[in-house]
Nanobody
Framework: QVQLVESGGGLVQAGDSLRLSCLIA??????????VGWFRQAPGKEREFVGG?????????YYADSLKGQFVIFRDTEKKVVYLIINSAKPEDTAVYFCAADEDGGSRPQSVGDFDHWGQGTQVTVSS
């Protein structure tokens, strides 16, 4: 079993940066076999892919085309944490942010249905 726990959300001002964390636990989890992604869901909207990080053929982060440039994803393999940096936050970035794990470290999934394990989410609110 794999558990994901997000943290780092809160209330920020427009223009601020914010770092979210996704701590991953479970005896079967390994970054060598999982891809980890970040999604967000604003009130009344569908869950939206933000970006992810996979492992092979080489470790690389990838992002939704519409959101490139504002977000950065990286990981600390030793701590089993994947981070999401939100730069120059805007009110429209207000959402619950989720991390998720796909049991294929070589994939680059972007759909909700592609991920096998989910965290509970962390709320990010950006005030104008």
């Amino acid at each position: 079993q794999v558990q994901l726990v997000e943290s780092g959300g809160g209330l920020v001002q427009a223009g601020d940066s914010l770092r979210l964390s996704c701590l991953i636990a479970g005896p079967t989890f390994s970054f060598s076999t999982y891809t980890v992604g970040w999604f967000r869901q604003a009130p009344g909207k569908e869950r939206e892919f933000v970006g992810g990080i996979n492992t092979w053929p080489r470790r690389s982060a990838y992002y939704a085309d519409s959101l490139k440039g504002q977000f950065v994803i990286f990981r600390d393999t030793e701590k089993k944490v994947v981070y999401l940096i939100i730069n120059s936050a805007k009110p429209e970035d207000t959402a619950v942010y989720f991390c998720a794990a796909d049991e294929d470290g070589g994939s680059r999934p972007q759909s909700v249905g592609d991920f096998d394990h989910w965290g509970q989410g962390t709320q990010v609110t950006v005030s104008s």
